[in-house]
């Protein structure tokens, strides 16, 4: 079985930082893309930020020159730095990946989802 599994967030006040991790366990084959998505209350989930397994990022225009996506690919990792955080930065943050899997003979293509981790930021 595959799994992301995600650690950070919190509560901070404006202007201030948080990271989020986000790790896959299970018979990876391989992981391209991995993301991070939000969602506040009664709104869409979207985008925030995207990252190759080459490095190619694209972000959200909301988080462009505060958020930073990264990831370590030995260790099946993706990481959120966000800085400078505001208000409206308050939401549930999913990782997701695109992964594919080997397991009993099979190879399987999959989209997973992190369980999701609150960020809330107060003024």
């Known amino acids: 079985q595959v799994q992301l599994v995600e650690s950070g967030g919190g509560l901070v006040q404006a202007g201030g930082s948080l990271s989020l991790s986000c790790a896959a366990a299970?018979?990876?084959?391989?992981?391209?893309?991995m993301g991070w998505y939000r969602q506040a209350p009664g709104k869409q989930r979207e985008l925030v930020a995207v990252i190759t397994r080459g490095g190619s990022t694209n972000y959200a225009d909301s988080v462009k020159g505060r958020f930073t996506i990264s990831r370590d690919n030995a260790k099946n990792t993706v990481y959120l730095q966000m800085n400078s955080l505001k208000p409206e930065d308050t939401a549930v943050y999913y990782c997701n990946a695109a992964v594919v899997s080997h397991s009993g003979g099979y190879y399987r293509a999959l989209e997973l989802w992190g369980q999701g981790t609150q960020v809330t930021v107060f003024s």
């Open positions: 299970g018979s990876i084959v391989s992981i391209d893309p």
